[in-house]
């Protein structure tokens, strides 16, 4: 009673970030593009992982700066959920801002996106790596200064004809893609949870090429 009044009366002291808590903190940032035009496009399945990964929790996504954000916990852990509203190419921008802002280390940083290199809904996770040629990817490089970061490759394949691979990654999931999607995706929140359990090696083991 007499801590709830010296809190109430301002007398307290405020409460400090321990290391322990911040141990227990990650982010989890899914890359797309803002807008009605994007929406359930393929490049936008980062958007797509974590709107499924959510489902089984609740909370909601709430507009804050530079990004969507959602908070979860899962066994003792806060999950940080982060939808870049930068556009793809300034995501790095957004990444940046919410690491620092809520104090995630480095290897509590997991970054989900599309990749043409892989077939459909196949999963590769790395610990490091190029961008490969993804634009939001380079400017997460960019912002962090390091290309050792988590990152989870959601396949997307490269299923389009010569001089179409804009079209093809900005397009709608086809009919064939969206009968298969929600088990991907569930398989991909299954991955998500063992990152943040059992870490990145365990989880590389178990879920890279499903």
């Given at each position: ?8 009366l301002g007398l ?88 620092d802002k809520e ?108």
């Amino acid at each position: 009673m007499l801590k709830q009044l010296k809190q109430w009366l301002g007398l307290s002291k405020p409460l400090q970030t321990s290391a322990e808590d911040v141990m227990k903190k990650f982010l989890l940032v899914g890359l797309g593009n803002i807008g009605n035009e994007y929406t359930d496009t393929r490049h936008n399945v980062g958007f797509n992982i974590l709107d499924h990964f959510i489902k089984d929790y609740e909370s909601t996504f709430e507009t804050l700066k530079l990004g969507d954000i959602a908070k979860v916990k899962l066994k003792g852990r806060t999950l940080i959920l982060l939808k870049p509203n930068t556009y793809m190419n300034l995501s790095g921008k957004a990444v940046k801002y919410w690491m620092d802002k809520e104090k995630i280390p480095m290897d509590h940083l997991l970054v989900l996106t599309d990749d043409l290199n892989l077939p459909f809904g196949t999963i590769r996770l790395k610990t490091k790596g190029s961008d490969g040629g993804h634009n939001g990817l380079k400017d997460i490089q960019d912002k962090l200064q390091t290309t050792n970061y988590n990152r989870f490759r959601f396949g997307i394949s490269d299923n389009y004809s010569k001089g179409r691979q804009v079209d093809y990654v900005l397009g709608k999931w086809s009919d064939e893609e969206l009968s298969k999607l929600d088990e991907r995706l569930q398989v991909s929140s299954e991955a998500i949870k063992s990152f943040v359990l059992s870490g990145m090696k365990e989880t590389m083991n178990q879920f890279n090429g499903k």
